[in-house]
């Protein structure tokens, strides 16, 4: 009788962990882009200054600005695929855009129904299909960078706002502000945080074992200079690590 509830046991467990070893290899990955902008030039007629003119193709625009979006795959999933949706504020259009894929070298080309609609457009219908585009990137394996640049004109001569969407299955897209302070490619504070946590433990194992003072104090001291290295180590290990085993 104990045999047949060990055996029941044992398989209800297995069961119960391939449940959830499916569900974490299905999981929805997250890719996570970053959008940058600099202002190029702006049209105006000012008192004492004059008027300024800013032309592209020698056509008159009010204002011209060129934007970065990047998109990093640190998930750990290889994708193929994968549409992403550039589009812009009602009072900006997108002149000219472009896409890479960092990590290989290989522009990305538009997808097929946005390229349709280039060829097709009627000129009433102009400024909305420029206030977007549709690209399709055949593969972004993990720790790939997709790049795009656009060439964007305000007409109210403001920052244009550009967003990013996808509708694949599977994989959902999230704005996140590039950290200003980098280390070895790693966030700078975050870094930190985690190194201060690591030395605070440190100190407290040696205020604990009842080291020499001297000892301590000198060990306090090279924590406190190399703190944002462990911190930064702790992250490089632990992607490493999520990398290998998923």
């Given at each position: 009788m104990n045999s047949i509830y060990n055996y029941i046991v044992t398989f209800i467990a297995g069961a119960l962990l391939m449940h959830l070893w499916k569900k974490f290899i299905n999981r929805i990955s997250v890719l996570r882009y970053s959008v940058f902008y600099?202002?190029?030039?702006?049209?105006?007629?000012?008192?004492?200054?004059?008027?300024?003119?800013?032309?592209h193709n020698s056509i008159p625009v009010k204002s011209l600005y060129f934007s970065t979006v990047k998109i990093i795959n640190d998930t750990n999933r290889d994708l193929s695929n994968i549409e992403f949706n550039l589009t812009c504020?009602?009072?900006?259009?997108?002149i000219t855009s472009q896409g890479?894929?960092?990590s290989s070298g290989k522009n990305v080309d538009f997808t097929d129904r946005y390229s349709k609609l280039l060829s097709n457009d009627k000129e009433e219908n102009v400024k909305n299909i420029l206030s977007f585009r549709d690209y399709l990137v055949p593969v972004i394996n993990r720790g790939d960078t997709i790049e795009f640049t656009l060439l964007i004109v305000n007409e109210l001569a403001n920052f244009p706002f550009v967003t990013v969407?996808?509708?694949?299955i599977g994989v959902k897209i999230k704005f996140q502000a590039e950290p200003r302070q980098k280390l070895f490619g790693e966030s700078t504070p975050l870094s930190a945080i985690i190194g201060i946590i690591i030395t605070t433990i440190v100190c407290y194992l040696l205020i604990y074992f009842n080291l020499s003072p001297t000892l301590g104090v000198w060990l306090a001291f090279l924590l406190?200079?190399?703190?944002?290295?462990?911190?930064?180590?702790?992250?490089?290990?632990?992607?490493?690590?999520?990398?290998?085993?998923?």
């Amino acid at each position: 009788m104990n045999s047949i509830y060990n055996y029941i046991v044992t398989f209800i467990a297995g069961a119960l962990l391939m449940h959830l070893w499916k569900k974490f290899i299905n999981r929805i990955s997250v890719l996570r882009y970053s959008v940058f902008y600099q202002h190029i030039a702006i049209s105006s007629n000012l008192p004492g200054i004059g008027s300024i003119e800013v032309l592209h193709n020698s056509i008159p625009v009010k204002s011209l600005y060129f934007s970065t979006v990047k998109i990093i795959n640190d998930t750990n999933r290889d994708l193929s695929n994968i549409e992403f949706n550039l589009t812009c504020d009602p009072n900006s259009i997108i002149i000219t855009s472009q896409g890479m894929n960092k990590s290989s070298g290989k522009n990305v080309d538009f997808t097929d129904r946005y390229s349709k609609l280039l060829s097709n457009d009627k000129e009433e219908n102009v400024k909305n299909i420029l206030s977007f585009r549709d690209y399709l990137v055949p593969v972004i394996n993990r720790g790939d960078t997709i790049e795009f640049t656009l060439l964007i004109v305000n007409e109210l001569a403001n920052f244009p706002f550009v967003t990013v969407s996808c509708d694949c299955i599977g994989v959902k897209i999230k704005f996140q502000a590039e950290p200003r302070q980098k280390l070895f490619g790693e966030s700078t504070p975050l870094s930190a945080i985690i190194g201060i946590i690591i030395t605070t433990i440190v100190c407290y194992l040696l205020i604990y074992f009842n080291l020499s003072p001297t000892l301590g104090v000198w060990l306090a001291f090279l924590l406190g200079l190399t703190t944002t290295f462990f911190g930064l180590l702790v992250i490089k290990i632990f992607k490493k690590l999520r990398r290998l085993f998923t």
